[in-house]
């Protein structure tokens, strides 16, 4: 029972995730297309203020936890040795914890 409850969390958590990037992504292109910042300070003051620097914050950590559930639920469906399973695994989970830091530090140098 925990495992079919395990599969169901991960799939509307990755369903969350999807509403969560599609909504963000709508926004930003509604606001470019309505009022396109004139020059890169202009960007950057608009990305730096709080509420946007938050939002797009959780759009990163949003993609990252997209990716790792789809790529976690191909691994754990198609790789059948465990250790190659178990080390595929740690590979993915190491290259988004790289880009999550990678992210993270571009956006605290917005700030």
């Known amino acids: 029972m925990s495992r079919q409850l395990s599969g169901f969390r991960a799939w509307m958590w990755q369903r969350a995730s999807a509403v969560y ?3 963000f992504l709508l926004y930003i292109l509604a606001c ?3 009022a396109p910042p004139v020059d890169h300070q202009a960007l950057k ?3 730096g203020s709080p509420g946007m620097w938050l ?3 959780l759009f990163f950590l949003a993609l990252l ?3 790792w559930i789809g790529v976690r639920d191909v691994i754990l469906d ?3 040795p465990a250790g190659l ?3 595929m695994l740690a590979v993915v989970f190491g290259f988004l914890l790289i880009c999550g830091l990678w992210i993270l530090s571009i956006l605290m140098g917005v700030l």
């Open 65 to 67: 936890l997209h990716a």
């Open 32 to 34: 470019l297309i309505a």
């Open 85 to 87: 399973r178990l080390g």
């Open 45 to 47: 003051a608009w990305v």
């Open 55 to 57: 939002a797009t914050t």
């Open 21 to 23: 990037l599609a909504g």
């Open 78 to 80: 198609y790789v059948e």
